[in-house]
T-cell receptor, first 113, second 110 residues
Framework: KAGVTQTPRYLIKTRGQQVTLSCSPISGHRSVSWYQQTPGQGLQFLFEYFSETQRNKGNFPGRFSGRQFSNSRSEMNVSTLELGDSALYLC????????????FGEGSWLTVV | GQSLEQPSEVTAVEGAIVQINCTYQTSGFYGLSWYQQHDGGAPTFLSYNALDGLEETGRFSSFLSRSDSYGYLLLQELQMKDSASYFCAVSGQAGTALIFGKGTTLSVSS
């Protein structure tokens, strides 16, 4: 089985721009969650989708949004980028609706300049 | 607030045993997980405890005491390849939203 696939792997954006990151979960996995990883804050939960519905949301501003499609693929969007949004964005998928095991993709490295 | 505490760094030599502790304070608790992350790589799942006690998976074991809000990861017969960051994470609510600790950097030397 292919793992969790995230695109793009690396990108550089300018302050004020927006960005869309994509995630394809492991085949058969219906739950997708997103995390932001920075050296200072560590791994922080952004949001989680299950069957196209956002089930949980972390403590991030409304500039961060996401969605899930009927094929379980997910996208996250960050609008009006700030320098502090520079981070590794990780997508994870899980087979069950309350997965105790989540499988991470390699992540998308976002640099905001 | 919700928080997980784990040591920032641990050093050990090949063949040794190391224990990484994690204490948590969360509003809900469904289970404690451990993840390993090598530099530049993605976190990978190591173990999960929903109930009190010890779970063993090869060289790695994980322990949970819900009454103490405490768990640990035990790594035995350390190898150089075990040098990585280790994160404890709590499932505080239904679903796959995890609250992660800041991570423990393990350095294994020969």
């Amino acid at each position: 089985k292919a793992g969790v696939t995230q695109t793009p792997r690396y990108l550089i954006k300018t302050r004020g721009q927006q960005v869309t990151l994509s995630c394809s979960p492991i085949s058969g996995h219906r739950s997708v969650s997103w995390y932001q990883q920075t050296p200072g804050q560590g791994l922080q939960f952004l949001f989680e989708y299950f069957s196209e519905t956002q089930r949980n949301k972390g403590n991030f501003p409304g500039r961060f949004s996401g969605r899930q499609f009927s094929n379980s693929r997910s996208e996250m969007n960050v609008s009006t980028l700030e320098l502090g949004d520079s981070a590794l964005y990780l997508c994870a998928s899980s087979e069950a609706s309350s997965g105790n095991t989540i499988y991470f993709g390699e992540g998308s490295w976002l640099t905001v300049v | 607030g919700q928080s997980l505490e784990q040591p920032s760094e641990v050093t050990a030599v090949e063949g040794a045993i190391v224990q990484i502790n994690c204490t948590y304070q969360t509003s809900g608790f469904y289970g404690l997980s451990w993840y390993q992350q090598h530099d530049g790589g993605a976190p990978t799942f190591l173990s999960y405890n929903a109930l009190d006690g010890l779970e063993e998976t090869g060289r790695f074991s994980s322990f949970l005491s819900r009454s103490d809000s405490y768990g640990y990861l035990l790594l035995q017969e350390l190898q150089m390849k075990d040098s990585a960051s280790y994160f404890c994470a709590v499932s505080g609510q239904a679903g796959t939203a995890l609250i992660f600790g800041k991570g423990t950097t393990l350095s294994v030397s020969s």
